[in-house]
């Protein structure tokens, strides 16, 4: 997939069309978003308008409005509450008055048409390209790879296909941001068994079909857990709240630039020890770490490994952590946000 001049250059013929559409988007974008995302939708809004033929060319302006806005929001994760800014799938169609899943279809067509995914490199935010290791996340030999760990021939190369946004350290700025990013945490060592971890688990990856991925924009389900407890109880926790039936081996990854950075720190079961189905041996098992034992830090994100022949991948982000957890059962679940994929897809 090679990487696409954007512009808001549109033929004579679309150009009212496309300040029309835009007048609406760039309203939504100031109340709402921010000026960045403003230019991205007006530029997804121009290269549909420079198809032949244009799929803008008929239909109410407000509708496409909405579903160019909602694919945007959907490459950059902008119905989740951990990124700034962010609303509701929901919320957004209801400010264009369009229909939920008129402006989900509206989203797919849109998505279709300009071959858009998740954190696709033309229409991802700057900032989320910058701070979300999962703009560099790659797929080799069905294993997901960072791409920043890659050998630089192979990073320019990639980078050149469209495949990530550029080449690590071209960018101005990179070396700090990825310092101050791996910087390790502060004032971790007074936590007690009490202290309360507030986590969004994100479902960011696996076999799931086209057609849950379009009606579940974002899975994700809030936990909270106590600093005492540990890793496998996590586990017990998110297998639950996916709802999940059959259990399989399971990896933690803490500390790297997200899924099998070589450098991360890897939290696995007994068993994985004495086999090799994730690679070397892990740091930890899962059941003698603590929360507390991760040393982890508000806004940082690290990684969850289910069953590693289907390869869900999860991030988890930490929300908030509070000095005492109150009463009740913990690990809990606190917010569930879409539904959960089947465990074993039919994609038949």
Known sequence: MAKSAKSENVPKAMQEKFDRITAITDEFAQQHLNDEYAVLIRQATAALCRKRPSPLASGKEKTWACGITHAIGMVNFLYDPAQTPHIKAKDLCEWFGVGVSTGQSKSKQVRDSLDMHKLHPDWCVS?????????????????????????????????????????????????????????????????????????????????????????????????????????????????????????????????????????????????????????????????????????????????YWFDFGDEWWHAIAVIEIKDKAGKGKYPRMTDRIGASPPQYADFE
Do not use: C
């Open 127 to 303: 900032s989320l390209v910058e701070q979300n290791p999962l703009a560099w996340i790659i797929s080799v030999d069905e294993m997901a790879v960072d791409a920043r760990t890659a050998p630089r021939e192979v990073q320019v190369a990639l980078a050149a296909a469209g495949l990530i946004p550029y080449v690590p350290g071209e960018a101005a700025d990179s070396e700090a941001s990825e310092a101050e990013a791996s910087a390790p945490p502060t004032e971790t060592t007074s936590r007690s068994a009490d202290t309360l971890y507030v986590l969004q688990v994100n479902l960011i990856d696996g076999p799931m079909t086209d057609d849950f991925i379009d009606d579940n924009p974002q899975v994700s389900r809030t936990i909270e857990i106590r600093g005492g407890q540990t890793l496998k109880d996590l586990h017990h926790a998110i297998f639950k709240a996916f709802d999940r039936e059959e259990e399989h081996m399971y990896e933690f990854q803490v500390g790297g630039q997200f899924a099998n950075d070589p450098d991360a720190r890897r939290y696995g079961l007994k068993q994985a020890f004495s086999n090799a189905l994730s690679g070397d041996t892990p740091d930890g098992e899962v059941s003698k770490t603590s929360i507390n034992d991760l040393r982890l830090a508000v806004d940082e994100m690290f990684a």
